[in-house]
């Protein structure tokens, strides 16, 4: 069973940048990772997914051109860098990971069976 562990995340102004990790315990090189994230009060939201090394990239269209997703086989870990942070970036970000290991960009959460405990972004105005 692949456990996700994220970090990374924390108290920054508008304009700033943070990057955030994702080391999973398993191999998952060969499977879609995403990151979702959860405002306080809204639903889940996706953000953005990556498919092995950078096939099947895809953001939400709320982060688009400010934030980027990458993976690191060596390390086993998804990044996300997000830049041009705004307040409404505020959320706890998860990282999930799509078990079944198939070709494609998948956006729902229900794509995705393995979670980890998310990390808090907070972007002050």
């Known amino acids: 069973q692949v456990q996700l562990v994220e970090s990374g995340g924390g108290l920054v102004q508008t304009g700033a940048s943070l990057r955030l990790s994702c080391a999973a315990s398993g191999q998952t090189f060969s499977n879609s990772m995403a990151w979702f994230r959860q405002a306080l009060g809204k639903e889940r939201e996706f953000v953005a997914t990556?498919?092995?090394?950078?096939?099947?990239?895809a953001y939400g269209d709320s982060v688009k051109g400010r934030f980027t997703i990458s993976r690191d086989k060596a390390k086993n870990t998804v990044s996300l860098q997000m830049d041009s942070l705004k307040p409404e970036d505020t959320a706890i970000y998860y990282c999930?990971?799509?078990?079944?290991?198939?070709?494609?960009?998948?956006?729902?959460?229900?794509?995705?069976?393995?979670w980890g405990h998310g990390t808090q972004v907070t972007v002050s105005s």
């Open positions: 999930a990971v799509d078990p079944e290991g198939r070709y494609g960009v998948y956006r729902r959460q229900t794509d995705y069976m393995t």
């Open positions: 990556i498919y092995r090394a950078g096939v099947n990239v």
